[in-house]
């Protein structure tokens, strides 16, 4: 699936802290498997990627 979000450049800036600093406790905490946490990861993984595709990728 393709979409597409506008978001200002303090959002997208705080979307990519935000995926650079959630890890695995987080899905898992929030999922009802490890099934559903793992594919919360791998969304969030594309997410990241694309930001820092655009240039937000905080270090």
């Given at each position: 699936?393709?979409?597409?979000?506008?978001?200002?450049?303090?959002?997208?800036?705080?979307?990519?802290?935000?995926?650079?600093?959630?890890?695995?406790?987080?899905?898992?905490a929030l999922a009802v498997d490890d099934e559903e946490a793992r594919r919360m990861r791998d969304a969030c993984?594309?997410?990241?990627?694309?930001?820092?595709?655009?240039?937000?990728?905080?270090?």
């Amino acid at each position: 699936m393709n979409f597409q979000v506008e978001l200002s450049d303090e959002q997208a800036w705080a979307l990519a802290e935000f995926l650079k600093r959630v890890g695995w406790s987080e899905w898992r905490a929030l999922a009802v498997d490890d099934e559903e946490a793992r594919r919360m990861r791998d969304a969030c993984e594309e997410l990241r990627q694309e930001l820092a595709y655009q240039g937000y990728a905080p270090r």
